[in-house]
């Protein structure tokens, strides 16, 4: 009896082990999707862009990274798809079991990666290139031979036309990819993929946008002789805005306490109406430093009644190309 009873409190812990190692954790990443379809659904009602919650049809179209990666129970989700900067975007999370672990047969662990994934649609089909930032074991890249040796330092080209490369890497292109940081991308047929990595966080509606301004700043950035007389698009006016969230209440202003007099020191005498305060001696103002409450010349000073606003989103540049040095601001790490 005490034997059966044993045997059964044991499955009941190995059990409850799993519960804890494999059952929450799924849990968890289902309704980590809940929450982040529910977000871009929101997101993309305002903009008036294509939702879609789960997108099983995406795993077979991309033969590039991150679909190439090893694992199992993939799902494609929170899909939208909208112009920005007047390219058409698309964004969605790419989920894959990269790992299951067993302990003796009896508990069970999963481990799962998200990656966040923007899909530039091109002008035109061109070669596959996948480029990526140099790692060890990188197998049969071929290194990049441009007029940036920080940039082949860092930079390979680990699958691809090499040919396709050589004309795409001009030094605008170089330099728009080292300023953004977008080191890993992949031309596949007529898009362009940017895949990025989310660890322990979400990808909020405002950091979709940025990257994808971003992805797009670095597809105008192509030579136009690799579009073969195709034409880009002319840049979105105005630039996709995130809704706000709504105003604080403003709070009340806080009283000033009235000045108190100060009182009689020895030797001084009342004056009519009260004892007044004497006058107290500043510190004597240093050569050299500016004044107080004075505009200081040769800098910018803010505009009263006017907000500060992206000067890219508003006024694209030439060619579709943003001003202060063609590049955007770099988009967020996560």
Known sequence: MLVVLFIVILIAVFGLLNVFTLVLPRQFLKKRQDVKNAERQAFALSQGWYFQPYAPEVLSRYGCPPFTERGDRRVVFGLITGQVDGMQVTTFDYQRRTKSTSYSAVVYNDTNQVVTVWTVKLPKALPYLELSTRKLFMGN??????????????????DGDVNLAAQLLTPQVTGTIQHLRLGDWTIHGDELVYPMVNTMTRTTAQEIVDTARCVVALVRAFPAEVWG??????????????????????????????????????????????????????????????????????????????????????????????????????????
């Open 141 to 158: 890249a071929t290194e990049v031979r441009t007029a940036d040796p920080e940039f082949n330092k860092r930079f390979v080209v680990s």
């Open 229 to 334: 007389g195709a034409q880009l698009p002319a840049p979105q006016t105005p630039a996709t805005q995130v809704p706000a969230a709504a105003p604080m209440s403003q709070p009340m202003p806080v009283q000033q306490p009235m000045a108190q007099p100060m009182p009689p020191q020895q030797g001084q005498y009342p004056q009519p109406g009260g004892w007044q305060p004497q006058p107290q001696q500043g510190y004597p103002q240093q050569p050299g430093y500016p004044q107080p409450g004075y505009a200081q010349p040769g800098y910018p000073q803010p505009q009263p009644g006017y907000p500060q606003q992206n000067p890219w989103s508003q006024h694209p540049g030439p060619q579709g190309q943003p001003p202060n040095g063609g590049y955007p601001a770099a988009p967020p790490r996560y």
